[in-house]
Structures are given as structure tokens and as C-alpha cells.
């Protein structure tokens, strides 16, 4: 009984941590955030079709590029820096689209 016990414990010890190093709660806040700036520059008629579309690319760029940092079990500091400058790259295209005076 005690062996099962210390093997559960020993698995949740190793496991914990590597969960807890890919939760990124931040950069999936900031990219919801972001994303809904897109659906309501579209709503307002702030940014045109053609900006949404290449808007969410940029979107998915950061995403694929959190996904990647995700892969190895651990997000350094340098590759967390790396996705957030990403974000601000697509959070000032954003801005710039949605202040560029074209409708629809």
C-alpha cells in the first residue's frame, strides 16, 4: 500500500511541475483580448475583411509560435519574451488598421 502511494506521489511530483512551467495564463489572455479587438474593428466597420483576414494570420503566427515554445515541456524566459514582443508587433498592426480610416 505504501509503495502505490509513494509511486502516485512521485508521479504527481514529476508531472506538476512540467504542467506548470507550459501555463502561460498571460499570453492566452493577451491573445483573447487581441482577437477580440479584430471581431470588433469588424463589427464597427473599423477594419475591412481584407485587414481581419491578415490580422488573424498574424494572430496564428503568435500562436504557433507560443505552441512552439510550449513543445520541449518548458517555456524559458527568453521564448516567453519572444512571444510578447510578437503580441505587441500584432497589437500596434491592430491599432494601426483600426485607425487607418478605411470602412468596410
Do not use: C, W
Not at 519572444?82 to 500584432?90: G, I, L, M
Request: glycine share 4%.
Amino acid at each position: 500500500m505504501k509503495t502505490k502511494l509513494f509511486i502516485a506521489a512521485l508521479a504527481t511530483a514529476i508531472t506538476l511541475p512540467a504542467f506548470a512551467q507550459t501555463y502561460t495564463p498571460g499570453i492566452d489572455q493577451r491573445q483573447m483580448n487581441q482577437e477580440q479587438r479584430i471581431d470588433q474593428g469588424i463589427a464597427s466597420g473599423q477594419l475591412t475583411q481584407r485587414e481581419a483576414v491578415r490580422l488573424d494570420r498574424g494572430q496564428d503566427r503568435v500562436d504557433a509560435l507560443e505552441n512552439r515554445a510550449k513543445s520541449d515541456g518548458v517555456v524559458t524566459a527568453r521564448e516567453r519574451a519572444r512571444v510578447q514582443h510578437a503580441q505587441n508587433v500584432e497589437s500596434r498592426r491592430i491599432y494601426r488598421q483600426k485607425h487607418d480610416r478605411q470602412r468596410y
